[in-house]
């Protein structure tokens, strides 16, 4: 960074730093911080309902992802679910495609089992490494809902082009689908075969949502308050240019381009 900072962008990331600690002290200290609502994380206990009611199994799908931020951040939901889903001694079942994620996995759905008080209900079979192929792993999870004529089906993590063929099964066999992935070119077909699909941020900001974790949340709005902070720079310099290119004669004009860029000259 020593090459390339400046001063505009020491203070920028000063600011950055100053608005997540800030939210997070707030957070701690009993302050309620608004998150908008997500409508695909709301749907969470309404689907685990629907699969007790039916009185079947839920499938937890991570997709292809490893030991990794994504495959974390939907470990961290695998967690949400199979907790709500011990409370009214529904099953679920988790196919993965990772060797290092299904040591996780397992370790996260025992957790999970014994934080609701219901130990007993962990089944090691229910943890599933099908295939390291992409392909093969996706043959597997469409025979488990069919065989297991599963109600319900999470879909978080990283997925690619077989994204649209696991929907399209599991739409057929006629279970409630949720899914949430970083990866924009499956997006479209999530929002087209899926009841309810999380995109963009708010993958990443699933943990914060479903736990209410203070250092969480306090972490996740300081980083909103950052992107407004870079937002607002931007159409400030964006003013600053048009007005010194068509009204080079203004005052206003000329005090925002000597200010604005002899600061921000450098870029961020």
Not at 64 to 81: E, K
Not at 184 to 194: H, I, Y
Request: hydrophobic letters at 50%; charged letters at 15%.
């Amino acid at each position: 960074m020593g090459d390339y900072a400046n001063k505009a962008v020491y203070v920028v990331e000063g600011l950055l730093c100053f608005f997540i600690l800030y939210k997070i002290f707030s957070a701690r200290l009993g302050r309620e911080l608004y998150i908008r609502r997500i409508a695909g994380l709301s749907a969470l206990d309404e689907a685990v309902g629907r699969a007790t009611e039916m009185g079947k199994p839920m499938l937890f799908v991570p997709g292809l992802s490893g030991l990794d931020i994504i495959g974390l951040q939907a470990m961290s939901v695998l967690s949400h679910v199979t907790k709500h889903a011990a409370k009214y001694g529904t099953r679920v079942i988790v196919p993965l495609a990772d060797a290092v994620l299904y040591t996780v996995a397992e370790e996260v759905v025992k957790d999970a089992y014994a934080d609701a008080g219901r130990p007993e209900m962990f089944d090691i079979d229910d943890i599933r490494y099908l295939s390291g192929r992409q392909f093969a792993w996706a043959s597997g999870v469409i025979g488990i809902i069919y065989r297991e004529q599963i109600a319900t089906v999470f879909y978080f993590g990283y997925f690619a082009a077989e994204a649209l063929v696991l929907t399209e099964n599991g739409q057929q066999a006629g279970a409630i689908q949720i899914a949430g992935t970083t990866e924009t070119t499956q997006v479209p077909f999530l929002l087209a075969s899926c009841d309810y699909t999380i995109i963009g941020d708010e993958y990443y900001a699933t943990s914060a949502y479903l736990s209410r974790e203070p250092t969480l949340l306090g972490s996740l709005v300081g980083q909103d308050w950052g992107k407004i902070l870079i937002i607002a720079i931007i159409i400030l310099g964006s003013i600053t240019a048009t007005l010194a290119l068509t009204m080079p004669g203004n005052a206003i004009a000329h005090f925002l381009q000597c200010h604005f860029f002899k600061f921000f000259g450098g870029g961020l």
